[in-house]
């Protein structure tokens, strides 16, 4: 057995008196919440910009997590027969369907599953865009505002964006939020305890990023009074 099989065993365990057969589906998330919120300083360092490398720690420090979560549910074990309500937490939506069909009592789990990841993805694509559109009304500002510094004889200018390269930025602006649906896809395709990691941990970087930006602003609408207070 391995070390994460025994944590999320253990969890299912303390959580059965009160969920019954759903209790091993509630340790999932409750492990994904630990796992992040060991990672929070990572992910906050990664919005502050301290290092590049800071950005990518986050995600590939929950890959090694997300393979054992797989492993756990696809190769057998003590935990491959707990359940989310009707559906095994092994089981995926193809087998679903064919158990009663897309409204039978495991393919209504996996349509709730669906739902709850697409509202999750649509929250994070409508701040994405939101994000990319204020962010290019800074830059639009910021470089209206600025005085045109005169270059030294011999200095190369620096290019300016023409109309189409600033619509072609707007655009990709626009598409890469939809990226965020992308979950809806491997959540189809691998066991429902890995779909449940996922939902849980995407809900968890969209509620951890706008909190993060909210304090952000908070702190920027703070006056000035010659102290230093660190809000992130």
């Known amino acids: 057995m391995s070390v994460f099989t025994h944590l999320v065993a253990e969890l299912g ?3 059965e008196p009160a969920l019954a057969e759903s209790a091993t589906a509630a340790a999932i998330v409750l492990f994904t919440v630990f796992v992040r919120l060991a990672l929070h300083p990572l992910s906050r360092a990664a919005f502050r910009g301290a290092t590049p490398v800071a950005g990518c720690l986050p995600l590939l420090l929950q890959l090694p997590v997300f393979f054992l979560m797989y492993q756990a549910f696809t190769s057998g074990g003590e935990l491959l027969g707990h359940r989310l309500f009707a559906a095994p937490l092994g089981s995926r939506w193809t087998e679903a369907l ?20 697409a509202v999750v993805a649509a929250w994070s694509a409508v701040r994405g865009r939101r994000s990319a559109a204020a962010a290019a009304r800074t830059a ?3 470089a209206a505002s600025a005085p045109k510094k005169k270059q030294p004889a011999g200095a190369a200018a620096l290019p300016e964006l023409t109309a189409e390269q600033q619509e072609a930025m707007r655009k990709l602006g626009g598409v890469l939020p939809l990226l965020s649906f992308g979950t809806l896809i491997t959540a189809a395709v691998v066991p429902l305890a890995a779909g449940l990691y996922l939902l849980t941990t995407t809900a968890w970087s969209v509620a951890e990023r706008a909190w993060l930006e909210y304090r952000r602003a908070r702190a920027a609408e703070q006056p000035a009074d010659g102290r230093v207070r660190s809000t992130l």
């Open 140 to 142: 639009a500002a910021a």
């Open 98 to 117: 064919g158990e009663g069909g897309p409204f039978g009592a495991q393919g209504l789990v996996f349509l709730a599953l669906f739902g709850a990841i």
């Open 13 to 15: 365990r303390l959580l």
